[in-house]
């Protein structure tokens, strides 16, 4: 098969031909790629950076977030079948810690990721367990569904808080930021402010449902709130973008009672005034890992179905997966929003 490949300890990936044995353990499956979509997670594999010199073991085929059909499954495989279409779940738990034990699954302390710790599916074939195959329904838009493993995480950041009729600020519009937005929208939030600093994705979040932009590096972002919010502030943050000064502002313009989730992963310590912006306003902070395992998929396939997202809208650039270096630039432009590649 042909496969996208990490396979020196430097910048780039590798297209090649590569053997997959077709040999199954007892609860594995075997699936015929339809898609799969470009994650961060991926591009920080190709630049080789810090954390990829850390935690990646070489050679790897990457690539997790997938849609794709079952064409044979393991000895002991039940709940799906062979011509199921599937998106993955990929953190693959152990199903023996306290977390797991308690349905809590998502924060694992035994977790590996697919296309991370074991191979992924940047290739025309790829093996997961049973486990950690989602059906999907097959009169959607097959090609659109590999998303939905980012998606998760924008629905479990969004949907933790009641959004219904509420002022919500996104921080942060890179791909899954986006989906944020475009969640918000889908499940009636009254304003969705949308923070980014990148043209082109500020144009996307209004196309999907922004009421209001803010462009941090041009305007101070705490005025434009007061000012859009009539010095109410907002009453839920989905925080995508990791960055020290967007979160520390963060809490200046929540309101009192109001909830941030955060997904964001900062570079460096934040410094927060505890007292004034956390305790005595009251608010209610809840850090986002992956997807609750099945919890987060069920909601997703639920607005899926709704047809109140904008799959198409959020997926704005297709590649063949044999052109994984163009998608990589554009992907370190950041002049795109979700990008899909088709083996």
Request: with cysteine; net charge neutral.
């Amino acid at each position: 098969m042909m496969a996208v490949t990490k396979e020196k300890p430097e910048p780039g990936f590798t297209y090649k031909k590569k053997q997959l044995s077709t040999l199954l353990e007892d609860n594995e499956v075997l699936i015929k790629v339809l898609s799969a979509s470009f994650c961060g997670t991926d591009y920080h594999i190709y630049t080789w950076d810090s954390w990829s010199q850390h935690r990646i073991k070489l050679p790897l085929t990457v690539g997790h977030e997938l849609c794709g059909e079952i064409i044979k499954i393991g000895k002991k495989v039940s709940r799906v079948q062979i011509g199921d279409v599937v998106s993955a779940e990929t953190h693959i738990i152990c199903n023996e810690c306290e977390f797991c034990l308690r349905n809590e699954g998502h924060i694992c302390k035994n977790t590996k990721i697919i296309g991370v710790d074991t191979d992924g599916c940047f290739a025309e074939y790829v093996k997961i367990p049973e486990a950690n195959c989602f059906v999907n329904d097959k009169n959607q838009d097959l090609l659109l569904l590999s998303i939905q493993e980012p998606l998760g995480n924008a629905v479990h950041t969004m949907m933790h808080f009641p959004l219904k009729d509420k002022t919500v600020a996104v921080l942060g519009c890179g791909p899954i930021g986006l989906m944020g937005v475009d969640i918000a929208q889908a499940v009636g939030a009254k304003q969705i402010i949308a923070i980014e600093v990148n043209e082109y994705r500020r144009n996307l979040a209004k196309k999907l449902g922004a009421t209001d932009i803010i462009n941090p590096i041009t305007q101070d972002v705490y005025q434009e709130i007061m000012r859009i919010t009539d010095n109410a502030g907002v009453d839920v943050i989905g925080e995508f973008s990791g960055n020290k000064i967007a979160i520390e502002q963060a809490f200046k313009y929540l309101k009192p009672g109001g909830g941030i989730s955060m997904l964001g992963i900062p570079s460096e310590p934040i410094e927060l005034d505890f007292a004034n912006d956390v305790v005595f306003k009251g608010v209610h902070i809840y850090g986002v890992v992956g997807r609750r395992i099945y919890e987060t998929w069920d909601q997703m396939k639920a607005l899926i179905a709704s047809k109140k997202l904008h799959l198409d809208q959020l997926v704005t650039h297709r590649f063949p997966l044999s052109s994984i270096k163009e998608a990589a630039d554009l992907m370190g432009s950041r002049n795109c929003g979700k990008i899909i590649l088709i083996p």
